[in-house]
């Protein structure tokens, strides 16, 4: 069982940046695979990104390559979401995911970035 609690979300303007934090409850945190999904008004939720456990593997969606970086701490039980040059269609109620080896998931209550232009 994990606990996720996402911060670090607020109103940026365009061209800004944010840094989103998800703690983690819990003993095994380094065992978990971590993502970060984002849910738009009036759309479903996407991935953004994901992490392994090591921080040595990760993968993000075409619309957040090269401006988002996904990291982690284990020794903290603490997953990153940096997020720079920040785009109006960025805005969105930003999830911590995490799911484990049995392939169970887990999402924290979300955390609000709003973009404006």
């Known amino acids: 069982q994990v606990q996720l609690v996402e911060s670090g979300g607020g109103l940026v303007q365009a061209g800004g940046s944010l840094r989103l934090s998800c703690a983690a409850s819990g003993r095994t945190f380094s065992s978990y695979v971590m993502g970060w999904f984002r849910q738009a008004p009036r759309k479903e939720r996407q991935f953004v990104a994901v992490?392994?456990?090591?921080?040595?593997?990760?993968y993000y969606a075409d619309s957040v390559k090269g401006r988002f970086t996904i990291s982690r701490d284990n020794a903290n039980n603490t997953v990153y979401l940096q997020m720079n040059s920040l785009k109006p269609e960025d805005t969105a109620v930003y999830y911590c995911?995490?799911?484990?080896?049995?392939?169970?998931?887990?999402w924290g209550q979300g955390t609000q970035v709003t973009v404006s232009s």
């Open positions: 995911h995490a799911r484990n080896r049995w392939y169970k998931d887990y």
């Open positions: 992490i392994n456990w090591s921080g040595r593997s990760t």
